[in-house]
T-cell receptor, first 113, second 114 residues
């Protein structure tokens, strides 16, 4: 089955700096890659996703890049703010199949004021 | 409209007791998922329901765990003879279809087994 690895497990950045979280996956058939944000004590929420027919997708300060050849994808947050502090999870699945998402182990991002 | 709801929000039980956790998905969502999240850990997939198909139970950690989804809507996760290692937050999520659509999570049930 699919295996998703996520790095780093913790990340601290100064406010205003950029943060990058990386994930690799094992199943070359995976073609849907969402990112979820979980604030302390809250439920995970989708922040951005990418499908395998594109290499990069941006939404304001958040971007995701995908390298299908290398089977890795990354989340980039620019101009970080304290409210970006949370746990971020990457995930992978096969579009159009009945398979569920396989999640990475999460990255605790702390933005220092 | 209303999001995914779960009950109870907190459950404290004694080792060896059975517990039932409930999930009400978003109306019209055909896919429903259960995950377990231990303190400071990631999301561990437990079971997945899609429409009237047989559920994917591949993530259930032991035969003490089972789940039902009645009428394609409400789901109940049952843990029999609870153990201390079952203590975790149990999250339910629903989506409009399988795999590749946004999953909307409920607030979770925090289970503590004494």
């Amino acid at each position: 089955g699919e295996n998703v690895e996520q790095h780093p497990s913790t990340l601290s950045v100064q406010e205003g700096d950029s943060a990058v979280i990386k994930c690799t996956y094992s199943d070359s058939a995976s073609n849907y890659f969402p990112w979820y944000k979980q604030e302390l004590g809250k439920r995970p929420q989708l922040i951005i996703d990418i499908r395998s027919n594109v290499g990069e997708k941006k939404d304001q300060r958040i971007a995701v890049t995908l390298n299908k050849t290398a089977k890795h994808f990354s989340l980039h947050i620019t101009e970080t703010q304290p409210e970006d502090s949370a746990v971020y999870f990457c995930a992978a699945s096969i579009r159009g199949s009945a398979r569920q998402l396989t999640f990475g182990s999460g990255t605790q991002l702390t933005v220092l004021p | 409209g209303a999001g995914v709801s779960q009950s109870p929000s907190n459950k404290v039980t004694e080792k060896g007791k059975d517990v039932e956790l409930r999930c009400d998905p978003i109306s019209g969502h055909t896919a429903l998922y259960w995950y377990r999240q231990s303190l400071g850990q990631g999301l561990e997939f437990l079971i997945y329901f899609q429409g009237n198909s047989a559920p994917d139970k591949s993530g259930l950690p032991s035969d003490r765990f089972s789940a039902e989804r009645t009428g394609g809507s409400v789901s109940t996760l049952t843990i029999q003879r609870t153990q201390q290692e079952d203590s975790a937050v149990y999250l339910c999520a629903s989506s409009t279809s399988a795999g590749n659509n946004e999953q909307f999570f409920g607030p979770g049930t925090r289970l503590t087994v004494l």
